[in-house]
């Protein structure tokens, strides 16, 4: 996978991944659960940039 960035939705179950390349292409688009998205996150790449969304889910993350 050719990924730069990848843009992520959390919430409280499930989570969407977006990621794009450095032309700033969506290359892929996937959903996981908890489990899922934690190994999946671990097969990226070093210096990819992660940004993450911030919503009412993120307070049950934080807790």
Do not use: Q, Y
Not at 1 to 22: E, P, R, S, Y
Not at 31 to 45: C, D, I, S, V, Y
Not at 54 to 62: D, K, L
Request: net charge neutral.
């Amino acid at each position: 996978m050719d990924a730069t960035t990848v843009g992520v939705d959390l919430a409280k179950n499930i989570f969407v991944a977006c990621v794009a390349d450095c032309a700033g292409r969506i290359v892929e688009r996937r959903e996981f659960n908890r489990t899922g998205f934690l190994t999946w996150l671990g097969t990226l790449p070093a210096g990819t940039v992660i940004g993450m969304e911030a919503c009412g889910s993120a307070h049950h993350w934080g807790r």
